[in-house]
């Protein structure tokens, strides 16, 4: 016998789709059991001189109001496509949140000039002295989020970026080691480092449809550039599709989600994956 839960509704917003998924959540003698129940999906194309999101909320405004009932929680999943990425070096003299935030604005002003003090700033909680991931995105998207799920009537419970989530969903299958995590999504590839289970480097590119045959080479430079002295070789993809992987030494793929989630799910697609990753 199984005990029906309040139901969750898990929205990912790319640039050209919103795909909705309502969770069903069950409680059985096996444990706790997630299955999407009806996904939807809603294509968008943007307008030049508009935010790259602007689009994609209002057919996520469009669509809402559907999934409503008075009892739904929502996460958003956020494409890389949105997000800027920087790593935050650890400072032990830092007093307080306020201080750690503004050392990460420091880091991103840096790397991506004035534009960075529009973006709302998330860090992420990372082992004392290691190096923690900060994750920016466009301040008035959030507010427009906000805006959109609170015009609904449904209850906006987290917003994450795609990088995160899809970490937090295959975390265990990096042992705390030292290898590469690679995040697919058309058009993005979101690259990090992991030295020891913690982040030494973080890169988002723009790829073609031939992504798999230049991701050695992409390797390479990037290896290169993080000058470190001894590069790991094992390379974890999430969102490679059914494409066959790179074969080339001394490099060794391994496909992380959508392949390692139920068949139902993987069948739906990549923004259904996406939506089962945090």
């Known amino acids: ?43 968008c194309n943007g307008t030049t001189g508009a935010p790259p999101w602007r689009a994609a909320l209002q057919a996520l405004e469009t669509a809402l109001p559907g999934f409503a009932n008075g009892k739904t929680t929502a996460t958003v999943i956020l494409s890389n496509h949105f997000l800027r990425y920087a790593l ?4 032990a003299e830092l007093a307080d949140a306020e201080e750690e935030l503004s050392l990460a604005r420091h880091c991103f002003a840096r790397v991506y000039g004035k534009d960075a003090q ?27 989020l906000k ?31 030292s290898a590469w995590f690679a ?35 992409i390797l390479e430079r990037e290896a290169y550039l993080a000058d470190i002295q001894t590069v790991p070789h ?15 030494e ?6 992380l989600a959508p392949a390692q989630l139920p068949d139902a799910v993987a069948a739906q697609g990549l923004h259904f994956a996406m939506a089962m990753a945090g």
């Open 1 to 43: 016998m199984s005990r029906w839960l309040p139901s969750e509704l898990r929205v990912v917003i790319c640039p050209d789709q919103v795909a909705l998924s309502p969770l069903r959540r069950t409680v059985g003698l096996r444990g706790l059991r997630r299955t999407i129940d009806a996904p939807h999906i809603v294509s």
């Open 234 to 248: 094992e390379v974890y993809l999430w969102g490679a599709g059914d494409g066959a992987l790179p074969e080339i």
């Open 183 to 217: 995040v697919v999504e058309p058009g993005n590839l979101c690259l990090a480092l992991l030295d020891d289970g913690c982040w030494s480097r973080v890169r988002s590119l723009r790829i073609g449809s031939a992504w798999a045959e230049e991701l050695p080479l």
């Open 147 to 177: 805006a959109v799920f609170g015009s609904a009537g449904i209850a906006l419970r987290s917003v994450q970026p795609h990088l995160m989530a899809a970490f937090n969903g295959c975390r265990g299958r990096l042992r705390q080691g």
């Open 88 to 91: 935050v070096p650890w400072h």
């Open 250 to 255: 001394p490099w060794r793929f391994h496909a």
């Open 118 to 144: 529009q973006w709302e700033l998330r860090l992420n909680h990372e082992a004392p002295e290691a190096p923690r991931l900060a994750s920016a995105v466009d301040a008035e998207l959030l507010a427009a």
